[in-house]
Antibody, heavy 112, light 112 residues
Framework: EVQLVESGGDLIQPGGSLRLSCAASGFTVSSSYMSWVRQAPGKGLEWVSIIYSDGDTYYTDSVKGRFTMSRDNSRNTLYLQMNSLRVDDTAVYYC??????WGQGTLVTVSS | DTVMTQTPLSLSVTPGQTASISCKASQSLLQTDGKSYLYWFVQKPGQSPQLLVHESSSRFSGVPDRFSGSGSGTDFTLKISRVEAEDVGIYHCMQGIHRPYTFGQGTKLEIK
């Protein structure tokens, strides 16, 4: 059974850093394309980033240069390193595999 | 960026009736393989998004056949036949061909 479990969300001050994790089971992260999608409180869904099986990564413009998506094949885990966090990065962050499987989400709150 | 416009933004349907949601893309989602990379998700209250339909008209595994997707290019429709109380939620369309991938605003389905 495919399972995705996000963790790492927290309350953090503007300008701070956070690393989100997405632990996968039931499949191999390195053979899938995986995305991060976020949802600000009361708002719609916003695609953040994607990593393909070949390791290529792409980001939405608002996070380019601040966020880095990566994976650890030995741990079968996906990461999102978030630096220079802004108030408008506040959201629930979901990881998703092939769009068909999503985690439960982890809440990132950026506030002073 | 590709703008995804969903209509209506809210819908109230009597159980047993049919609900229809439209999603229009600002540019074609048709790939050279003949598929349109349009996805439909439902987000039930307090839950993560769940994939209903991929590539415009293919139901995801386990999705009841009451849900059907259609369309090609820029115009797409999700139909929910014989609406049930458990169908309550927000329905999102997403294009997965032009980065950044983009979502519609979401359509809130309520039951009368």
């Amino acid at each position: 059974e495919v399972q995705l479990v996000e963790s790492g969300g927290d309350l953090i001050q503007p300008g701070g850093s956070l690393r989100l994790s997405c632990a996968a089971s039931g499949f191999t992260v390195s053979s899938s394309y995986m995305s991060w999608v976020r949802q600000a409180p009361g708002k719609g869904l916003e695609w953040v980033s994607i990593i393909y099986s070949d390791g290529d990564t792409y980001y939405t413009d608002s996070v380019k240069g601040r966020f880095t998506m990566s994976r650890d094949n030995s741990r079968n885990t996906l990461y999102l390193q978030m630096n220079s966090l802004r108030v408008d990065d506040t959201a629930v962050y979901y990881c998703a595999r092939f769009w068909g499987h999503w985690g439960q989400g982890t809440l990132v709150t950026v506030s002073s | 960026d590709t703008v995804m416009t969903q209509t209506p933004l809210s819908l109230s349907v009597t159980p047993g009736q049919t609900a229809s949601i439209s999603c229009k893309a600002s540019q074609s989602l048709l790939q050279t393989d003949g598929k349109s990379y349009l996805y439909w998700f439902v987000q039930k209250p307090g839950q993560s998004p769940q994939l209903l339909v991929h590539e415009s008209s293919s139901r995801f595994s386990g999705v009841p056949d009451r849900f059907s997707g259609s369309g090609s290019g820029t115009d797409f429709t999700l139909k929910i036949s014989r609406v049930e109380a458990e169908d309550v939620g927000i329905y999102h369309c997403m294009q997965g061909i032009h980065r950044p991938y983009t979502f519609g605003q979401g359509t809130k389905l309520e039951i009368k």
